[in-house]
């Protein structure tokens, strides 16, 4: 069959192109390791997501082994395997990416500017959960994954150079247990992170309750706009 150009525009202008640039992230804090002076915690999420100028959605293979009893040899699917994601950061005037991903580490591992003791912590203390959204044209989500139990691995030295005036940009790269998908198209609604705020917890309860309350009699509808109204 001879490629259609016609049914190829149909195509594209139908489902339209998902564009690299669009995209959001909401970084989880460890609530286990102090960040302060740098950032109570939250603030700083919010300020690394805006700094944030290159990220990656998560991709997934799957680890084999070969079974051969008799002819060609067969790959036995075992266990999913997961890449480690890179950031890039463009970094404030005081470096204060820099000193909050190394002070990370610091912390996980036991040494830098606090301590010495190198007495490695426990995962449950210095790992996070992290978010990655992207949007359409219209700024709108339509596709959202969740890193689990996410921590930096690797943070990059920055180039100093006196011929040139490029901007510091940081680049991290953070490993986790696993990922997954939490939203697709925005039809479909998540629960708001664990460390957001009441605001966004009423806020994705009130669409919730009011996509349920409209398959309700008057009755229904008035007791969930109660449980609201109380939260």
Same mark, same amino acid.
């Given at each position: 069959?001879?490629? *259609?150009?016609?049914?190829?525009?149909?195509?594209?202008?139908?489902?339209?192109?998902?564009?690299?640039?669009?995209?959001?992230?909401?970084?989880?804090?460890?609530?286990?390791? !102090?960040?302060?002076?740098?950032?109570?915690?939250s603030a700083l999420g919010r300020g690394l997501a805006f700094r944030c100028e290159t990220a990656e959605l998560p991709g997934v293979s799957l680890q084999t082994i070969d079974h051969k009893i008799y002819g060609p040899a067969r790959k036995i699917a075992y266990a999913n395997a997961y890449n480690d994601i890179n950031f890039s950061f463009l970094c404030s005037h005081d470096l204060k990416e820099k000193v909050f991903f190394d002070?990370?580490?610091?912390?996980?591992?036991?040494?830098?500017?606090k301590s010495n003791t190198y007495d490695v912590k426990y995962l449950s203390q210095?790992?996070?959960?992290?978010?990655?959204?992207?949007?359409?044209?219209?700024?709108?989500?339509?596709?959202?994954?969740?890193?689990? *139990?996410a921590y930096p691995i690797?943070?990059?030295?920055?180039?100093?150079?006196?011929?040139?005036?490029?901007?510091?940009?940081? !680049?991290?790269?953070?490993?986790?247990?696993?990922?997954?998908?939490?939203?697709?198209?925005?039809s479909v609604i998540p629960l708001p992170p664990p460390t957001a705020g009441r605001g966004s917890f009423v806020a994705a309860a009130s669409a919730i309750g009011g996509a349920a309350a409209s398959f309700l009699p008057a009755s229904g509808q008035q007791a969930i706009g109660a449980v609201l109204t109380s939260i």
């Open positions: 069959m001879a490629f *259609d150009v016609n049914q190829f525009r149909s195509e594209i202008g139908k489902g339209g192109i998902s564009k690299q640039s669009h995209f959001d992230v909401f970084f989880g804090i460890p609530r286990d390791i !102090n960040f302060s002076p740098i950032s109570t915690g002070r990370w580490i610091e912390e996980i591992s036991g040494s830098g500017q210095y790992k996070a959960d992290q978010f990655i959204y992207q949007y359409d044209e219209k700024g709108r989500k339509q596709y959202a994954c969740q890193l689990i *139990d690797t943070v990059s030295p920055l180039s100093l150079n006196r011929d040139s005036d490029g901007l510091h940009k940081i !680049n991290v790269t953070m490993t986790y247990h696993r990922w997954t998908r939490i939203l697709w198209k925005e």
